[in-house]
């Protein structure tokens, strides 16, 4: 055991120091809620037993979701399968939620030709379809509404089947899923579709350029695959995706979007998960690759690789009243690409391209009702003026992708269906300067906002 521990101290420390030793970098953009009340109702259990506070998961809410999202609590219609006719085994209730963000944000300096101080009212509102659907198969589904656009779209999707083996005298759970955006089927809080920052503005400026896999793809691919667990420890999956367009034409002509994969684009995570007395961590990697001929079906292509790595862990703090948990959560993202079709559109200048990112945070969940956070983010690349190019607010003048900063908050659940978030965003460099980054003469402090949000989870 005590071998078990040093081995964890060593792991975390060699983590830390590799991690805040690279430039870093996130997409900020609002991330979509995972916590639903339709899953309360399913299980019987208050919301805290599977989230800190939401959407951020406890060991039983990665349980919960790897074992297919069905656990029950409550009487199921159910019948006996035979042979001769199939069984059943179905919710009492149809496992509907839903979801409403209000939200204000204001920048240092105001965007050019635009009032500051924005509210939205609401900024997202959101239906959930998310619930066991039979003894071994369930669901996370979304359908959205923004603001900004005025519409409702389909949002995450994660189908899975999942059930119990025995391999190498070890309980293994084995696993099948279909989802639309890659790591949303990700038991974790450090990838990037459930990880940090959980919520965002979609009013403030953002970085111009991201890694594909954190976002990039997000609603707009299909992909199938499988998953397994081992022993509790051994965590694997690999996908296939395929574009698939919301909005877009059937058969895809590829025209309008700016991604569209050849033949299939692989995705692969391996993670390993280890607890020791109040210690709980976990390390892994992640990655994916794509071949892709933007605004078109055939012609030259684009090559892009991302290799991550990634590590959560968590610290519980006994109290005498409570229990209180400290968690970290940390992802690198290293991309290599060749841009050779962008190239021929003369949207890059040259094929050859190298993108990271990084981003570090930690959150104090002080019982299941305060939650104190700090991150920080960077991105560093390959400077490239035709594809980094300049613009007011949202350009670079020199090329460079360079972005820095750091985010500090506070979450506030006084119910844990009810959230109320003030959150900080800063940044030290913006796409690739401080004074006049975009040639207009903005500076990145420019961008330093303050964002509040207040979440009914229902």
């Not at 830390?16 to 953009?29: E, H, K, P």
């Not at 919960?64 to 199921?76: Q, S």
């Not at 963000?101 to 959101?126: D, H, I, K, R, Y």
């Amino acid at each position: 055991m005590k071998g078990s521990a040093n081995t964890i101290l060593a792991i975390t420390g060699i983590a830390l120091v590799l991690g805040l030793a690279m430039s870093t970098s996130i997409f900020f953009m609002t991330k979509r809620v995972q916590a639903v009340p339709s899953y309360a109702r399913q299980t019987g259990l208050p919301c805290s037993s599977c989230h800190f506070t939401p959407p951020e998961l406890t060991p039983l809410g990665r349980l919960f979701k790897l074992n297919g999202y069905t656990m029950t609590g409550i009487k199921l219609i159910s019948a006996h399968g035979t042979s001769a006719k199939s069984g059943l085994s179905l919710l009492s209730f149809l496992p509907l939620s839903a979801q409403l963000q209000f939200s204000m944000t204001s920048t240092n300096a105001v965007q050019p030709g635009t009032q500051n101080g924005n509210v939205e009212l609401p900024q997202q509102a959101s239906l959930f379809l998310a619930g066991a659907l039979s003894t071994h198969v369930g669901s996370f589904i979304q359908v959205t509404y923004e603001g900004q656009s005025d519409h409702f779209s389909w949002d995450n999707t994660d189908v899975r089947y999942a059930n119990h083996h025995n391999i190498f005298g070890k309980d293994t759970v084995l696993g099948l899923d279909f989802n639309n955006s890659p790591t949303v089927e990700d038991l974790w809080n450090d990838t990037p579709a459930w990880g940090f920052p959980f919520v965002g503005s979609d009013v403030a400026p953002s970085p111009l350029a991201g890694t594909f896999i954190d976002g990039g793809l997000a609603q707009d691919v299909a992909g199938v695959g499988g998953y397994a667990m081992w022993d509790n420890h051994l965590y694997g999956a690999g996908f296939i995706y395929r574009s698939a367009h919301l909005g877009g034409l059937q058969p895809n002509p590829g025209i309008g979007f700016g991604t569209n994969i050849q033949g299939v684009a692989p995705y692969w995570r391996v993670a390993w998960q280890q607890t020791y007395h109040d210690n709980y961590l976990e390390v892994g990697t992640y990655g994916m690759h794509l071949a892709s001929t933007p605004n078109a079906v055939t012609g030259p292509r684009d090559y892009l690789t991302d290799v991550a790595a990634d590590l959560q862990w968590e610290r519980t703090l006994p109290w005498k009243q409570r229990n209180d948990v400290l968690t970290f959560h940390t992802t690198f993202i290293h991309e290599n690409s060749d841009l050779l079709g962008s190239l021929a559109a003369g949207a890059a200048g040259f094929g050859p391209h190298v993108l990271n990112t990084f981003q570090a945070n930690a959150i104090y969940h002080i019982a299941n009702k305060f939650a104190p956070v700090f991150g920080v983010f960077g991105t560093t690349g390959t400077t490239d003026p035709t594809l980094y190019g300049v613009a007011p607010v949202s350009g670079s003048a020199t090329g460079n992708p360079l972005s820095k900063g750091y985010i500090f908050g506070l979450s506030y659940w006084p119910v844990q269906n009810i959230g109320l978030t003030a959150q900080y965003t800063g940044y030290t460099r913006f796409n690739g300067g401080n004074l006049n980054y975009d040639g207009s003469g903005r500076k990145a402090s420019g961008n330093n906002g303050i964002y509040l949000m207040i979440w009914l989870l229902l």
